[in-house]
């Protein structure tokens, strides 16, 4: 016969075994449900917002602030929103699933950016270069002979430092501008390298290779015109080898991605965007048999662009993207810029949390990101006697 002892042991141990094994399940997140008599698995939201500090509202209740972390969430999908004084309301919908962690990130813009000169002398054609880091505009010649000599092609370094503990975040002059040689009136073209910066240069105002000038230069070092070489008669050459170089990495960045229909897709896509770590891509419209300036995205089409996607490489996911005349990465990769007819808004890259930026008057699309996602460069002038000619303006976006 079994002694009471016995089953004394038999049944504490029993117990301790599920005590024990209740409270690996509650450390996991688990809670018990009094309806249901058992367990039910829960998740987790960890909640990051720059700036930190704001309010985070569930389904509509204040709940915490962020940086946090909200456990025991019973699975199912929350509105989340955060909310912080000067900056635009953030809101997205997030699945919460049991045993996991899900992540927001959150990017929270000025609801009242900051605006202010980078330029005082005008700029014309500013031209972002191929690694994103330099800008090059030209400066107008004026009949002051005080600033007569700030005339000709400038270069800004963006550097992601601020610009008043930096000097060599402020622009240098490359080339200055002559009667003969009003670089004003020149296109520009980057090298691959972003190292030199080609200048075309159209005579008597005539259009036209054969009415053509072109010069080659180095952005970190001022030319003076006397060592300016006319290259015109091996310019095609120079832009034949470019091309072929842009040509090579292209196919090498496309045969690296993994998912076959992604790749095919990026591979007839008119416009191809890579974001700046190259997890994601930003895809629209049908290849067409002309040269690759005229697909470039950055033209400024006439009619909104419609269709865009963006892939993630990484989670093979795909998300459409508002209309807009043009589309650039913010440096993060996380955000896409959407260029309008009269505004400039930016989204997070899956098409959600549309926030503008700027509304009114700008050139074209002169867009520019600065390198640390800071702020944007903008081509805009004002109506005003002192400030109606387009000059180089910053936006805070922090």
């Not at 070489?229 to 091996?234: A, E, M, Q, S």
Request: hydrophobic letters at 40%; one cysteine or more; glycine letters at 6%.
């Amino acid at each position: 016969m079994v002694s009471k002892r016995f089953l004394v042991t038999v049944a504490t141990v029993i117990i301790i075994g599920i005590v024990a094994i209740a409270a690996i399940f509650l450390s996991k997140g688990y809670v018990f449900s009094t309806s249901e008599k058992r367990l039910l698995g829960t998740g987790i939201i960890t909640v990051t917002s720059t700036p930190d500090g704001a309010s985070v509202y569930i389904d509509g209740h204040l709940t915490t602030a962020t940086n946090a972390t909200l456990s025991q969430l019973s699975p199912k999908t929350y509105e989340i929103k955060l909310v912080k004084e000067g900056f635009i309301t953030w809101e997205k919908k997030i699945e919460v699933k049991e045993g996991l962690v899900s992540e927001v990130k959150a990017t929270l813009f000025p609801a009242l950016p900051t605006i202010y000169p980078l330029t005082f002398n005008g700029a014309i054609n500013p031209i972002l270069s191929p690694d994103s880091q330099k800008l090059a505009f030209a400066v107008p010649m004026v009949s002051d002979a005080r600033t007569r000599q700030k005339g000709g092609i400038w270069v800004w370094t963006m550097n992601s430092q601020p610009l008043s503990l930096n000097r060599s975040a402020e622009p240098h002059q490359i080339v200055v501008s002559s009667t003969e040689l009003d670089f004003s009136k020149a296109s520009f073209k980057w090298s691959p390298d972003s190292k030199q910066l080609l200048i075309t240069l159209q005579q008597n105002g005539a259009s036209g290779d054969a009415n053509s000038r072109n010069f080659l230069v180095n952005f970190d070092a001022q030319t003076s015109l006397g060592d300016l070489k006319d290259i015109t008669p091996l310019v095609a050459n120079t832009v034949k080898t470019w091309e072929e170089d842009k040509a090579v990495k292209d196919t090498a960045r496309l045969a690296l991605i993994s998912n076959l229909k992604i790749r095919q897709i990026a591979s007839d896509s008119a416009s191809l965007i890579w974001s700046p770590d190259e997890s994601k891509i930003i895809t629209g419209g049908i290849k067409q048999q002309v040269t690759p300036t005229k697909l470039a995205i950055t033209q400024a089409p006439v009619a909104l662009l419609k269709g865009y996607k963006v892939y993630d490489l990484l989670t093979n996911k795909d998300y459409d993207l508002p209309e807009a005349k043009a589309y650039f990465w913010l440096p993060d990769s996380r955000h896409v810029i959407l260029v309008l007819e009269d505004k400039i808004s930016i989204c997070e890259y899956d098409g959600s949390n549309t926030s503008v930026i700027f509304a009114g008057k700008f050139t074209n699309s002169d867009v520019f990101p600065w390198s640390d996602s800071s702020r944007l460069v903008v081509l805009t002038s004002f109506n005003t006697p002192t400030a109606s000619i387009p000059n180089l303006f910053g936006i805070n976006l922090k």
